[in-house]
């Protein structure tokens, strides 16, 4: 219970200030929405860019971390999907969007402030390398399973075309692309951009965990109450249970295996909605998922990290 209260319940307490202040009116919805804005264009990307560029890959790559993550993430990916498609009758356009959320964990917003905070700013490098494929995994999987249904019987050029557009127009990929470049040859850029860049960073994850707050208001979780339930089910219980398998099957390190499973015990981000409003698809599943997951992970956030 005490780590209840020392690591987790303040991550969600500022989650929850954002949730009050649109709430009560203190906090418009387009202030939100402009502060998400800056969190998920600009803040956020420095913060990967930054991690990234002066990663020590030599210590902390290690493909048995990626592959029990990846493995797990993408697991839930195809149950989702096929789950979503099969047990509920949903089209194939729906069933990608759903399968997206059980796959896109909250790795940054909740991923990291929760493992710094239980295990110091130290023990962030393993959740870092987890971070730099997230985004280009995920969005590549989801992109590429929703041309490919969006486009049956299209040219196999066009389905190709689209996909790389979604996925360089991604600021987060574009962020994590560039911290790669910086990191494999050793660029060293200007101490003035570098401390505005830490400036960017400090700003980042209390600004988007308020602003998480905020938008989640915005999400009723009306109807499709089995479909959202399967979602956090997925999310919250079989990703990190199967990563839990992996890692100790692949003799992870402890530091490496804590990240690990800290990492997939989170709730669907906040991408898995705009996954769903790119396409137009499952929005409400997708929304309310965000929600009730969220405010779920209290709970089995405290419960995977007593296991650990």
Request: charged share 10%; hydrophobic share 55%; proline share 5%.
């Amino acid at each position: 219970m005490q780590a209840l209260l020392d690591v987790i319940l303040p991550v969600f307490l500022v989650v929850g200030f954002g949730y009050v202040a649109v709430w009560r009116g203190f906090f418009s919805p387009e202030g939100v929405q402009g502060l998400m804005k800056f969190t998920q264009q600009f803040a956020i990307p420095c913060l990967l860019f930054r991690a990234i560029a002066t990663l020590d890959l030599d210590q902390q790559f290690e493909p048995g971390l990626l592959l029990s993550y990846y493995f797990a993430s993408g697991a839930g990916f195809a149950v989702g999907l096929l789950g979503a498609r099969y047990l509920f009758g949903r089209d194939w356009e729906d069933a990608v969007v759903i399968g997206f959320g059980c796959m896109f964990a909250n790795t940054v917003l909740l991923g990291l402030p929760i493992t710094e905070r239980a295990f110091g700013q130290a023990a962030l490098g393993p959740n870092y390398m987890i971070i730099a494929f997230n985004a280009p995994f995920c969005y590549g999987v989801g992109v590429t399973a929703m041309e490919i249904v969006r486009n049956r019987g299209g040219s196999p050029l066009a389905t190709i075309r689209a996909i790389l557009n979604a996925m360089f127009h991604n600021a987060l990929v574009i962020a994590i692309a560039l911290g790669f470049i910086v990191n494999f040859t050793g660029l060293i850029l200007p101490t003035a951009l570098m401390d505005a860049i830490d400036m960017m960073i400090r700003a980042a994850l209390p600004a988007a965990l308020f602003g998480l707050g905020g938008v989640l208001i915005q999400y009723k979780p009306e109807g499709d109450m089995r479909v959202i339930l399967f979602v956090c089910a997925i999310s919250l219980f079989m990703h990190p249970a199967l990563a839990w398998v992996l890692g100790r099957a692949n003799d992870l390190p402890p530091e490496m295996f804590r990240s690990l499973i800290l990492t997939s015990a989170m709730a669907p981000g906040i991408n898995a909605y705009v996954f769903a409003s790119i396409y137009g698809r499952a929005q409400r599943v997708a929304a309310s998922s965000v929600l009730i997951s969220t405010a779920a992970c209290v709970l089995t956030a405290w419960l995977w990290l007593s296991l650990l």
